[in-house]
């Protein structure tokens, strides 16, 4: 069984740029959650999506956006991207997430973005 | 607010010590999750436990264990007789009992395991 992809897994902006970054969760999984990771800050939850909905969001300002299809698969898009931006973005699936009963999440092996 | 503390930023043993990685948390919710994560120098997070509020036994995996103290909110991890293929990046996390998808990471524990 395939693992959570993400793509592309290095990307270099400058600032200003905007950029999209891809998640493909595990086949049959909904829930798709996005991390930032920063030495700094650490890891932080940026937002979660199921059925195309965004369920819970972290505390980002709203250049960080995302949206999920029907096929489960998501995206993020940073928009007007800052030196701070620079970091690794880890996507993670579950088979639902949420309220249900527990369902272990999966991180994909990220995408290191760095912001020139 | 939830939150999780992991004051050893970076710890470094010989291979074969045993070592202990200390993870405190607070929150204010009776019913939780704590889990711990490593991720090795690929970036991935890989799940290794986790561990309901409910349930305070101790666990043990081969050469992993985990200890789990809800007096002292410490959720404490123990490598027994380290191999170089431990080292990595610790994470302990926190979340509500109904909401997985929202996980509090504490800011790591870097472990380096000399040959």
């Known amino acids: 069984k395939a693992g959570v992809t993400q793509t592309p897994r290095y990307l270099i902006k400058t600032r200003g740029q905007q950029v999209t970054l891809s998640c493909s969760p595990i086949?049959?999984?909904?829930?798709v959650s996005w991390y930032q990771q920063t030495p700094g800050q650490g890891l932080q939850f940026l937002f979660e999506?199921?059925?195309?909905?965004?369920?819970n969001k972290g505390n980002f300002p709203g250049r960080f956006s995302g949206r999920q299809f029907s096929n489960s698969r998501s995206e993020m898009n940073v928009s007007t991207l800052e030196l701070g931006d620079s970091a690794l973005y880890l996507c993670?699936?579950?088979?639902?997430?949420?309220?249900?009963?527990?369902?272990?999440?999966?991180f994909g092996p990220g995408t290191r973005l760095t912001v020139l | 607010a939830q939150k999780v503390t992991q004051a050893q930023t970076e710890i470094s043993v010989v291979e074969k010590e045993d070592v202990t990685l200390d993870c405190v948390y607070e929150?204010?919710?009776?019913?939780?999750?704590l889990f711990w994560y490593k991720q090795p120098p690929s970036g991935e997070l890989v799940f290794l436990i986790r561990?309901?509020?409910?349930?305070?036994q101790n666990e043990i995996s081969g050469r992993y264990s985990w200890n789990f103290q809800k007096s002292t909110s410490s959720f404490n991890f123990t490598i027994t007789a380290s191999q170089v293929v431990d080292s990595a990046v610790y994470f302990c996390?926190?979340?509500?009992?109904?909401?997985?998808?929202?996980?509090?990471f504490g800011k790591g524990t870097r472990l380096h395991i000399l040959p």
């Open positions: 929150t204010r919710d009776t019913t939780y999750y």
């Open positions: 561990r309901n509020s409910f349930d305070e």
């Open positions: 999506y199921f059925s195309e909905t965004q369920r």
């Open positions: 993670a699936s579950s088979l639902a997430g949420g309220a249900s009963s527990y369902n272990e999440q999966f």
């Open positions: 996390a926190l979340s509500e009992m109904n909401r997985y998808d929202k996980i509090i």
């Open positions: 086949s049959g999984h909904r829930s």
